[in-house]
């Protein structure tokens, strides 16, 4: 069970370890691009092409759903990123229960955005736990974890490392299911790591650099770090940090240094002109200088 990139991993692992697939379910395709016309979700593709049986209801709250999810008398039901809600019925069809690869070292971070949220919090590691799922919201008891460091990581970096680690994690849990105790989550330290909201992408140039910093990487590749300037939206993937001081926003000299308060500034090395490629900043500046006074917004 599962929709987006994160869950591909996973799903080949299951195959290539000769697990039975009794069906993938995913959400159902959704409009996408210039032409909105539906688009399967990449778990959708990968199962087509692994001649998979595919089911997408738009919900598993109906009994028809319920009764359909229970009589492929499945061993377990493994979840990566599906984004539906189970319900108490669908949890616990499986006769050994639900297993879910959550992008965190829970009890850290439950939730939607675990991977952006760790890097905004500048946390040193971050990681993926396998976790047995419960009715609450990441709550489940957890029988195995493995950590990574964030390093100067984006988030898609991190999230396609943590898909294959995570992966490769439940295929361990699975070949011997009996020797993972299921450990309780500590009440202590649990954060919630809310859904990314477009506006938490422009980027506060008075938070400090370092917070700045983080948001580009947070938000690559999406929805995008951002400032505008003349009207026109600037997505910045990627930026170094100078310690110079600066009035936030500021621009303080012609290579796009911006200044972000006493604490020094923010230099973005690979900037994004709306309905543009991305570009090295020093390409950008060549066809639109943007010179040292300006005040970005």
């Known amino acids: 069970m599962g929709t987006p990139d994160f869950a591909v991993p996973t799903l080949d692992a299951l195959v290539a370890a000769g697990h039975e697939i009794a069906a993938v379910y995913t959400q159902p395709p959704r409009p996408a691009g210039r032409g909105k016309a539906p688009r399967p979700s990449p778990i959708q593709a990968r199962a087509e092409a692994l001649g998979l049986a595919i089911r997408s209801p738009l919900t598993l709250?109906?009994?028809?759903?319920?009764?359909?999810?229970?009589?492929?008398e499945a061993d377990v039901a493994v979840v990566a990123a599906y984004g539906l809600?189970?319900?108490?019925?669908?949890?616990?069809?499986?006769?050994?229960?639900?297993?879910?690869?959550?992008?965190?070292?829970?009890?850290r971070w439950r939730g939607?955005?675990?991977?952006?949220?760790?890097?905004?919090?500048?946390?040193?590691e971050t990681g993926v736990t396998i976790m047995a799922m419960a009715k609450g919201?990441?709550?489940?008891?957890?029988?195995?974890?493995?950590?990574?460091?964030?390093?100067?990581?984006?988030?898609g970096a991190l999230t396609e490392e943590l898909a294959h680690?995570?992966?490769?994690?439940?295929?361990?849990?699975?070949?011997?299911?009996?020797?993972?105790?299921?450990?309780?989550?500590?009440?202590a330290g649990v954060n919630y790591a809310a859904k990314i909201d477009k506006a938490e992408s422009h980027i506060d140039f008075s938070a400090g650099p370092v917070q700045a910093e983080r948001q580009v990487r947070a938000?690559?590749?999406?929805?995008?770090?951002?400032?505008?300037?003349?009207?026109?939206?600037f997505k910045v993937l990627a930026a170094d940090i100078d310690p110079r001081p600066g009035a936030p926003g500021t621009v303080l000299?012609?290579?796009?240094?911006?200044?972000?308060?006493?604490?020094?500034?923010?230099r973005p090395t690979l900037i994004q002109r709306a309905g543009k490629g991305a570009m090295p900043t020093e390409e950008l500046l060549r066809g639109f200088p943007i010179p040292a006074g300006t005040v970005l917004e």
Request: proline letters at 8%.
């Open 219 to 233: 938000f690559n590749p999406a929805p995008g770090a951002w400032f505008s300037h003349k009207g026109e939206r």
């Open 165 to 187: 680690a995570g992966a490769a994690l439940m295929i361990k849990v699975l070949s011997d299911i009996g020797a993972y105790r299921p450990r309780v989550q500590p009440e």
């Open 137 to 155: 919201l990441d709550t489940g008891p957890m029988l195995a974890k493995v950590s990574t460091p964030t390093d100067n990581k984006t988030a």
């Open 112 to 124: 939607a955005a675990p991977i952006q949220r760790a890097i905004l919090a500048g946390d040193a």
């Open 253 to 266: 000299d012609d290579g796009l240094l911006i200044g972000c308060g006493e604490q020094g500034s923010l």
């Open 85 to 107: 809600i189970l319900p108490v019925a669908v949890l616990h069809a499986p006769r050994l229960g639900s297993l879910n690869v959550h992008a965190s070292l829970l009890p």
């Open 61 to 72: 709250r109906e009994e028809a759903e319920q009764a359909a999810f229970d009589a492929l």
